[in-house]
């Protein structure tokens, strides 16, 4: 049997649909104050996967359980682990391990809203937020800890955190924290449990890592298994738009998401390039968007999550940061602007909409490096795509103009503009009219772009090219500053200092200089293969795409414009032509509105 496909005794069938079952809430084996908080949320009915796993759960059995995404899993395990906790005794009872802050954070609200009317305090330990305050509440003591495996080692380090008490954990999205290389960093946390710990394993999958936590951990555990996003989700239609060389993938999805028009969407991008690239160019187009990206503070990132599962964002830019366990209702498309470089990856980005037995639609723009893995997610995993053709220009621009006719309209209120009609008109007869006229609208969408700023609106967007401005103007100070220690360094260094080594001095600190040098080329050049393969995912030259953000930049100043664009031209000039070509086209399509 392979490593993926473990043994299947014992397994429990699905029952009823993957969203309903027959069993109530009020019928599991839990007590009143648990129950109040769960009905408080508005759980009347469990899923099957909840109706297959509080009860053994609750019993104290380990559990293996794979379901799909959307059928109501974090409660699954959150009911039993707040069930089986004592009241009030202030030590950690149970851990809760997820792969990303988001999903902690959001396994945390959850957990603590089944535990609203229980003596019990929830501690979240993830990374991108001052660890202070999370120091204070374990001083205080908690029950339940949830977060992500370095911060949760973190605290154990510093001796903020013993473990030894808990009695009960849970991975969630195994398969994924495996996969990020906390293999390690999860086997402590499990080690530094009791050795009576009941051990709860949500996974998609089983590779082969995760089966070894299962063989290692596990104690006779109840496997079971529903309908998995390996499974083909019906509920969700799957479209394909073919793009060509002719056009840029950027303005290839500007004329989807004008043809579409999606209600609400998440865009997934395989790198951090692409998400910046992305968002910022859609955010100059004028539509609602924000972006979820490494590169901003996670109280940033936070705060982007909440209004997109509030329902305030339209278009959330994301790379597969948010793919995973994250659960924003209502979400009508989710748009691939690359396929994923694995099929799981996909399975779980589309696994984003279409849930709890909603309809759903996801796109993907396929060119020719995506044609292999369409032909595996048809063969493999069964998968019929729609195939559409993207609009003509003349079409595209026809909806546009519709979007943005309404845009204006609501953003107009009681602006009095009847004045300018009559210069409007004259516009129209002069040959410079519509350069005139289009530049008149792009300062309409960046005015009305600062008033929602101005109202307390979210600049995800802006923040990341602000913090990228910042890190090219931080390596202009440091190399200025190499440059000016580099002469007088060296000058002092070849005086006194040389003379008072002498003779002997000089040749035994030549041959140990010569050593070191040889040493440290050495090291850089594994730390260099070390981080090979991450380097070359954002290969993209950061100057190339800090000077495309710039373009438009309104904060920052026209020589400040001149000096980005001169240092990207002579990097620039170094590329094969046809990289340098996609840099131009791209750089003429951010500021061509």
Same mark, same amino acid.
């Given at each position: 049997m392979s490593d993926d496909q473990p043994s299947t005794d014992g397994e429990h069938p699905p029952e009823g649909s993957d969203y309903v079952s027959d069993r109530a809430f009020a019928d599991f084996p839990i007590r009143a104050e648990t129950l109040k908080g769960i009905l408080e949320l508005g759980y009347d009915t469990a899923t099957p996967v909840q109706a297959a796993t509080i009860e053994p759960a609750v019993a104290g059995r380990d559990l293996l359980v794979r379901a799909k995404t959307g059928t109501g899993k974090t409660?699954?395990?959150?009911?039993?682990?707040?069930?089986?906790?004592?009241?009030?005794?202030?030590?950690?009872?149970?851990?809760?391990?997820?792969?990303?802050r988001e999903l902690a954070q959001q396994i945390a609200e959850e957990c603590d809203a089944i535990a609203k009317y229980r003596d019990l305090t929830l501690a979240v330990l993830v990374g991108g937020l001052a660890i202070g305050p999370q120091e204070k509440i374990l001083d205080d003591g908690a029950e /339940?800890?949830?977060?992500?495996?370095?911060?949760?080692?973190?605290?154990?380090?510093?001796?903020?955190?013993?473990?030894?008490?808990?009695?009960?954990?849970?991975?969630?999205?195994?398969?994924?924290?495996?996969?990020?290389?906390?293999?390690?960093?999860?086997?402590?946390?499990?080690?530094?449990?009791?050795?009576?710990?009941?051990?709860?394993?949500?996974?998609?999958?089983? &590779?082969?890592?995760?089966?070894?936590?299962?063989?290692?951990?596990? %104690?006779?555990?109840?496997?079971?298994?529903l309908s998995t996003d390996g499974d083909n989700v019906d509920s969700i239609t799957h479209i394909v738009y073919e793009t060509g060389p002719d056009m840029h993938r950027v303005r290839a999805l500007l004329y989807l998401l004008d043809l579409e028009d999606p209600t609400s969407a998440i865009i997934f991008c395989n790198t951090r390039e692409d998400t910046a690239t992305v968002a910022?160019?859609?955010?100059?187009?004028?539509?609602?968007?924000?972006?979820?990206?490494?590169?901003?503070?996670?109280?940033?990132?936070?705060?982007?999550?909440? %209004?997109?599962?509030?329902?305030?964002?339209?278009?959330?830019? &994301?790379?597969d940061v948010a793919s995973r366990g994250i659960d924003i209702s209502d979400l009508s498309h989710v748009i691939n602007y690359s396929l994923p470089f694995e099929a799981p990856v996909y399975l779980h980005r589309t696994g984003r909409t279409g849930r709890i037995g909603k309809?759903?639609?996801? /796109?993907?723009?396929?060119?020719?490096?995506?044609?292999?893995?369409?032909?595996?997610?048809?063969?493999?995993?069964?998968?019929?795509?729609?195939?559409?053709?993207?609009?003509?220009?003349?079409?595209?621009?026809?909806?546009r103009v519709d979007r943005q006719s309404k845009q204006i309209r609501a953003a107009m209120g009681k602006l009095v503009f009847e004045s300018y009609l009559p210069t409007?008109?004259?516009?129209?007869?002069?040959?410079?009219?519509?350069?005139?006229?289009?530049a008149a609208l792009r300062a309409f969408f960046q005015w009305d772009r600062q008033r929602k700023i101005d109202m307390g609106k979210l600049d995800s967007v802006g923040e990341l090219i602000q913090q990228r401005n910042d890190k090219l103007d931080k390596r202009d100070r440091n190399r200025r500053g190499d440059r000016d220690r580099g002469g007088r360094g060296d000058r002092d260094r070849g005086g006194r200092g040389d003379r008072d080594r002498g003779g002997r001095g000089d040749r035994d600190g030549g041959r140990k200089s010569d050593d070191r040098k040889r040493d440290d080329k050495k090291g850089d050049r594994k730390r260099d293969d070390k981080k090979g393969d991450r380097k070359?995912?954002? &290969?993209?030259?950061?100057?190339?795409?800090?000077?495309?953000?710039?373009?438009?930049?309104?904060?920052?100043?026209?020589?400040? %414009?001149?000096?980005?664009?001169?240092?990207?031209?002579?990097?620039?000039?170094?590329?094969?032509?046809?990289?340098?070509?996609?840099?131009?086209?791209?750089?003429?399509?951010? /500021?061509?509105?």
């Open positions: 409660a699954a395990f959150c009911v039993p682990i707040v069930e089986r906790c004592e009241d009030g005794t202030r030590v950690p009872q149970a851990v809760i391990l997820a792969p990303t /339940i800890i949830v977060g992500t495996p370095g911060r949760i080692l973190d605290h154990m380090r510093r001796k903020n955190l013993d473990l030894s008490s808990a009695n009960m954990l849970c991975l969630d999205e195994a398969d994924e924290m495996l996969s990020m290389g906390f293999f390690q960093d999860v086997t402590k946390i499990i080690d530094a449990t009791g050795d009576d710990r009941q051990v709860l394993l949500y996974s998609a999958t089983i &590779s082969s890592d995760t089966q070894r936590i299962v063989d290692k951990y596990l %104690k006779d555990p109840e496997n079971i298994r910022s160019f859609l955010d100059r187009q004028g539509l609602d968007v924000q972006l979820l990206s490494g590169e901003l503070s996670q109280a940033r990132r936070s705060q982007v999550m909440a %209004k997109v599962k509030a329902g305030d964002v339209r278009f959330l830019v &994301s790379t309809e759903g639609t996801a /796109i993907s723009l396929v060119g020719g490096p995506d044609l292999s893995m369409r032909r595996t997610l048809e063969t493999t995993h069964n998968i019929k795509f729609v195939e559409r053709k993207l609009p003509e220009e003349e079409e595209a621009v026809r909806y409007v008109r004259a516009l129209k007869e002069r040959p410079d009219g519509d350069a005139i006229l289009a070359r995912e954002e &290969s993209t030259d950061i100057g190339e795409l800090d000077a495309l953000l710039l373009a438009d930049a309104p904060a920052a100043g026209e020589a400040k %414009k001149k000096k980005r664009r001169k240092r990207t031209k002579s990097k620039a000039d170094s590329v094969a032509p046809e990289s340098k070509k996609a840099v131009d086209d791209l750089d003429a399509l951010l /500021i061509a509105d």
